[in-house]
């Protein structure tokens, strides 16, 4: 079974332009997260999904940062426009029911 | 708020010793608690999971502890090999389960030398 599929996996974009990153979770999953893991610290939530409403956004930046997941399967997180502070990795999870976070590889963003 | 700190933020064994990396929470009342392993580059992914009932889990080489009322989890790794060099994360999941929301630790990057 495929995992969470994430890409780019890898952009780097100079300060003000837009970028985006996508995730496929894992078939049958209908929570959904993404998160900001800044190089050496923990992965903080921005943002997560029950199907295809937003229901934890409190952490997420909505002056530069939105998200969504249509139809309750695929999701996008925009940045726009990007700035300095925005280089990081961004992981996208997903969950069925009460079991674990599945991780997808993550977006590592550099921003110029 | 509840704050997660992991102690230390780096260690490097020789191969074949015994490890245990320590993960102290500020609030106990935690749903639950999960060790994850995250290799450079790569997603993390779950090693164990302890519920707030539980005491301990045990997986292969891993044994993780939790003591909920002294905010601390420890994860011991026996017999330490170059494939477990890697960052290890603890996170807690606040209480209510609903919302799943794990908060992690900074991390121990761990260096085992063949």
């Known amino acids: 079974e495929a995992g969470v599929v994430q890409s780019p996996r890898y952009k780097i974009i100079e300060k003000k332009q837009p970028v985006a990153f996508w995730c496929n979770p894992i078939s049958g999953h209908n929570t959904l997260y993404w998160y900001r893991q800044n190089l050496g610290q923990g992965p903080e939530l921005l943002i997560r999904y029950e199907n295809e409403e937003a229901v934890d956004d409190s952490q997420l930046p909505k002056d530069r940062f939105s998200a969504e997941r249509l139809k309750g399967v695929d999701s996008t997180l925009k940045i726009q426009p990007a700035e300095l502070g925005d280089s990081a990795v961004y992981l996208c999870?997903?969950?069925?029911?009460?079991?674990?976070?599945?991780f997808g590889p993550g977006t590592r963003l550099t921003v110029l | 708020k509840q704050e997660v700190t992991q102690i230390p933020a780096a260690l490097s064994v020789p191969e074949g010793e015994n490890l245990v990396l320590n993960c102290s929470f500020t609030d106990s009342a935690i749903y639950n608690l999960q060790w994850f392993r995250q290799d450079p580059g790569k997603g993390l992914t779950s090693l164990l999971l302890i519920q707030s009932s539980q005491r301990e889990q045990t997986s292969g080489r891993l044994n993780a502890s939790l003591d909920k009322s002294s905010g601390r989890s420890t994860l011991y790794i026996a017999a330490s090999q170059p494939g477990d060099s890697a960052t290890y994360l603890c996170?807690?999941?606040?209480?209510?389960?609903?919302?799943?929301?794990?908060?992690f630790g900074t991390g121990t990057l761990l260096a085992v030398q063949p």
């Open positions: 999870a997903s969950r069925q029911g009460w079991d674990t976070q599945y």
């Open positions: 996170a807690v999941n606040d209480y209510g389960g609903a919302t799943n929301k794990l908060i």
